[in-house]
């Protein structure tokens, strides 16, 4: 694929995850995930608490509760409960991912990662490059 198509794609992608992030119950950020391959969306997830559990993210101070699955997680975890697998996939987030999502993008075979919005921590980034996945960062519109 042309990197001109290639850039639309990754945008189009990008701006459904923003809008699958509007299904999260947490107040304090909102964020979405999309795993595509071969051109086909294979999972998708937000952050939330797991299955099961009460849909409230933080607690009676505003803090993020310690249990709160990350958009990422949610995306590779349901992936897991399919017949699909990410080997050589792109996932789609709206925020760049933390450390410990970045290796769960690492051991998942996921080869590359479109976000948006540059997280207050960049060592999950950083340990993606390191790993040699392509990053890519489109910034927000």
């Known amino acids: 694929m042309d990197k001109e198509k290639q850039l639309k794609f990754d945008q189009r992608y990008l701006e459904m995850a923003r809008i699958w992030a509007k299904n ?3 107040t304090r950020r909102q964020v979405g995930a999309l795993v595509v391959k071969n051109n086909m969306i294979i999972s998708d997830g937000y952050n939330g608490t797991p299955s099961g559990f009460e849909n ?3 607690d009676d101070n505003g803090v993020t509760k ?3 699955l990350h958009a990422e997680a949610n995306a590779i975890t349901k992936l897991a409960r ?4 990410s080997e050589g996939s792109t996932i789609y987030i709206t925020a760049s991912p933390c450390i410990e999502c970045a290796k769960l993008i690492i051991q ?3 080869r590359r990662v479109v976000y948006g919005e540059k997280y207050r921590l960049m060592d999950g980034i950083e340990l993606l490059e ?3 996945i392509e990053v890519v960062y489109l910034g927000e519109h």
């Open 66 to 68: 310690p249990y709160v």
């Open 108 to 110: 998942a075979g996921i």
């Open 24 to 26: 999260s119950y947490c």
């Open 56 to 58: 409230v993210c933080e």
């Open 82 to 85: 399919s017949s699909n697998n």
């Open 130 to 132: 390191r790993a040699g």
